[in-house]
DNA sequence: CGGGACGTTGACGTTAATCAACTACCGTGG
DNA sequence: CCACGGTAGTTGATTAACGTCAACGTCCCG
């Protein structure tokens, strides 16, 4: 373990190699080198395989009938998707940079749990948290403002680097790809940013790269937090009703 | 087996006895009833016990520092909530009506899990299958106009009943619960369903309960098909730029 | 009958979508 | 080297959708 080389390598999780690093030694899968935006699955097809990802960055994401595209979730180095599936594909998934692809058949993968407890807690942890990243993103989705969820985006992005602020920060996607994942248009997307960079909270080294400088005040912004975006969308909960410890065990 | 006294067993799950009787059977776990709108878990808080919803219904939700509350689900009978933690509480969960819920030890659940493949497959089924709910959910908070949403929701309330259009419906819980569940305010809510009735999509028959009287077309406006809803709202994506027929594989 | 929670409805204001023009930045080829 | 075209991004003007505020209705339970 040659010292500190880059922090690239980490993504995804904490501290424990990656759950794909664990699949990749037990289960054999057919590597692939993809092109941007190539189409990898489709949703609703018949699943056979789950997908790994172990450089470049794909897009998950479901179609209205007429058109209007959501993104699930970004998946980089890594990563996994499609765990846990019933048959059929949740979701599109397309590459969103050049990417190498691992391909695990849903047999083996299956097998696999079976017969080895530490892949089988790989998963689950994996799925665990894929949950937790989804519920971050309804929140997100349901209850911060437009400039609260580009900034929340932003820290996202922030903190898979490692959390360097003086280091600049990639932004892997184009500003359709945000706005497709945050809800909002890539104008909406592009004045946020840019009005974040006026009030000196990030800087904007090119179209793709942004400094975080007051990390501390984007993070207070992004957790939604009162009296820094004046009007910010009101839960209808009832303050007052809510009964905030708990009743039993 | 009586046949058929009412179809109210069925819920969450298609076909299979759902993974709650599964996990009933096969470890020990403690049921308790609990009143309307008692809290039941803490978000960030030490998580030792799976969930499991018998009966009633129980609302799943995060919360912003100044109060914004989002609702990730609810869960009602057959249901489980916590699988796969990592040791804290993904989110918060209270009592919606009065209701009967099981504890199982996280201990027990993995003892389970780890020695029964059956118990692994219906954990493995639970977790797929709320990520496909979370996706759902996700485009439609990210995508779909609040109209659409409001008939979506209750399209998921018809449909868990069996998809009888002849029966009502019931709405369990509040217009502030479904409105922070939805993205929207309580008031957008209420003005959607009764333009639903006005378009004669629906019928309220009282503030708890409806009927879908034009189930297709209902569907067409939750599925966010165009030309129902005038102006719905539109997604960065570039339709040309789609590429989609699969690459490889 | 009175109080309180829940729900509806209306008037108004704000946020963010829409529409549109314009700029920057490629890569390609004359 | 510069013209060309195409994609991505920015910025401004306008407006629709939805949030906000507020009044009022309804139901239920004591």
Redesign the interface.
């Known amino acids: 373990m040659a010292a500190g080389q880059h922090a690239e390598l980490r993504i995804a999780s904490e501290g424990h190699p990656s759950v794909l690093d664990q699949l990749r030694l037990a289960i054999p899968g057919v590597v692939?080198s993809?092109?941007a935006?190539?189409?990898?699955?489709?949703e609703g097809a018949a699943n056979d395989?789950v997908i790994g990802v172990m450089s470049g960055l794909v897009r998950c994401f479901?179609m209205?009938?007429?058109?209007?595209?959501?993104i699930?979730r970004f998946v980089g180095p890594g990563g996994l998707v499609g765990l846990?599936?019933?048959g059929a594909n949740?979701?599109s998934v397309?590459t969103v940079s050049q990417a190498q692809i691992v391909?695990f058949p849903a047999t083996a993968i299956k097998a696999g749990?079976?017969k080895n407890?530490a892949i089988?807690t790989a998963i689950?942890?994996a799925?665990?948290?894929?949950?937790?990243e989804?519920?971050r993103?309804?929140?997100r989705?349901?209850?911060?403002s437009a400039d609260e969820r580009v900034a929340d985006f932003l820290l996202e992005l922030f903190d898979e680097r490692g959390r360097n602020a003086a280091s600049s920060n990639l932004i892997p996607m184009t500003?359709?790809?945000m706005?497709?994942?945050?809800?909002v248009?890539?104008e909406t997307v592009s004045r946020a940013m840019h009005r974040f960079q006026r009030m000196g909270l990030i800087r904007l080294t090119n179209v793709r790269n942004f400094l975080v400088t007051r990390p501390a005040l984007l993070r207070r912004i992004a957790?939604?937090?009162?009296?820094i975006a004046e009007r910010?969308?009101?839960?209808?909960?009832?303050?007052a009703?809510?009964?905030?410890?708990?009743?039993?065990?």
């Open positions: 692939r993809v092109g935006d190539q189409c990898i699955a489709i395989a479901r209205t009938p007429d058109g209007r595209r959501h699930c846990g599936v019933l949740r979701h397309e391909f749990a079976d407890p089988r689950f942890d799925l665990a948290e894929e949950l937790d989804r519920d993103a309804q929140l989705l349901g209850r911060l500003r359709a790809d706005a497709d994942h945050l809800g248009t890539l957790a939604g937090d009162a009296g910010r969308p009101r839960s209808a909960l009832a303050m009703s809510a009964p905030h410890q708990a009743a039993l065990m």
